[in-house]
């Protein structure tokens, strides 16, 4: 059992930046997948970016170039660094952890309760 808690969510002006942390329960951290993804109101849960275990990293096309994900497997903690912010990144944003198929489909075993980050124009 993996237990995630997020934290560093807030509002912040367009073009500012925020770092999300998502610290985790567990002996296996290192071995597992992680990702992140956001929930904007009304919208389905999509996928932002994703580490895997040897740290190679994926970030979805719309954020490409302006976030990016980090983890420190001594820490149990995996990190968004989000730059230049925009309105529409505004969204509730989740941890996942034990991804059983695609890391950037939403199929993880583990998530968060979520941090609302919220992007004022």
């Known amino acids: 059992q993996v237990h995630l808690v997020e934290s560093g969510g807030g509002l912040v002006q367009a073009g500012g930046s925020l770092r999300l942390s998502c610290a985790a329960s567990?002996?296996?951290?290192?071995?597992?997948?992680l990702g992140w993804f956001r929930q904007a109101g009304g919208k389905e849960r999509e996928f932002v970016a994703a580490?895997?275990?040897?740290?190679?990293?994926y970030c979805a096309d719309s954020v490409k170039g302006r976030f990016t994900i980090s983890r420190d497997n001594a820490k149990n903690t995996v990190w968004l660094q989000m730059n230049s912010l925009k309105p529409e990144d505004t969204a509730v944003y989740y941890c996942?952890?034990?991804?059983?198929?695609?890391?950037?489909?939403?199929?993880?075993?583990?998530w968060g309760q979520g941090t609302q980050v919220t992007v004022s124009s």
């Open positions: 996942a952890a034990y991804s059983r198929g695609k890391l950037t489909s939403s199929d993880y075993a583990y």
């Open positions: 567990g002996r296996t951290f290192s071995s597992y997948n």
């Open positions: 580490i895997d275990w040897k740290a190679t990293t």
